[in-house]
T-cell receptor, first 115, second 112 residues
Framework: DTGVSQNPRHKITKRGQNVTFRCDPI?????LYWYRQTLGQGPEFLTYFQNEAQLEKSRLLSDRFSAERPKGSFSTLEIQRTEQGDSAMYLCASSLRGAGGTEAFFGQGTRLTVV | GESVGLHLPTLSVQEGDNSIINCAYSNSASDYFIWYKQESGKGPQFIID?????DKRQGQRVTVLLNKTVKHLSLQIAATQPGDSAVYFCAETGAAGNKLTFGGGTRVLVKP
């Protein structure tokens, strides 16, 4: 395992469809984060897990968004009834313990285009 | 709310010169800071970090300076190379250390 892996790399979907993204963190990392990034902006925090527990969710995470990390390893991010405004890069990161003190490593992201 | 921001959106630098990227943060409780480099179509890549109990840290060709008095962070890249062309983000965590808050990014363009 050489890093954080995200699948798919690209997703084009029609408005109203549901999409699911997967993130495989670095194997020994207990924290997993989801971020969203739009063009020209820094990543915006969405949610994070410590092991299987989802400890914080941003107000950006509407009720159409749900994230899971069922066994404390990989995570999925689902967006229901996608809207054009959901088009963005969705980034996953992982770290040991808290983000403070040990760096968070990012995956390559999943670029979502809603048409 | 608390925020992390950057002074310059784009920095053009001649190959071989030194680059300085600046970042201001507003959360005085920020405890840990990271600089990330992001190339087009890729995720952010860790460059260097610094804790709030330090004012300088050096890596390979990079130096991060932290001035807590004015809540300012900078990244210095020595002998900038074409491969350094990217967008650079500063990010910080608060005392809880639960998540990173990113600034808006500075694009560095290296001219040959």
């Amino acid at each position: 395992d050489t890093g954080v892996s995200q699948n798919p790399r690209h997703k084009i979907t029609k408005r109203g469809q549901n999409v699911t993204f997967r993130c495989d963190p670095i194997s020994e990392h207990n924290r997993l984060y989801w971020y969203r990034q739009t063009l020209g902006q820094g990543p915006e925090f969405l949610t994070y897990f410590q092991n299987e527990a989802q400890l914080e969710k941003s107000r950006l995470l509407s009720d159409r968004f749900s994230a899971e990390r069922p066994k404390g390893s990989f995570s999925t991010l689902e967006i229901q009834r996608t809207e054009q405004g959901d088009s963005a890069m969705y980034l996953c990161a992982s770290s040991l313990r808290g983000a403070g003190g040990t760096e968070a490593f990012f995956g390559q992201g999943t670029r979502l285009t809603v048409v | 709310g608390e925020s992390v921001g950057l002074h310059l959106p784009t920095l053009s630098v001649q190959e071989g010169d030194n680059s300085i990227i600046n970042c201001a943060y507003s959360n005085s409780a920020s405890d840990y800071f990271i600089w990330y480099k992001q190339e087009s179509g890729k995720g952010p890549q860790f460059i260097i970090d610094i804790r709030s109990n330090m004012d300088k840290r050096q890596g390979q060709r990079v130096t991060v300076l932290l001035n807590k008095t004015v809540k300012h962070l900078s990244l210095q890249i020595a002998a900038t190379q074409p491969g350094d062309s990217a967008v650079y983000f500063c990010a910080e965590t608060g005392a809880a250390g639960n998540k990173l808050t990113f600034g808006g990014g500075t694009r560095v363009l290296v001219k040959p």
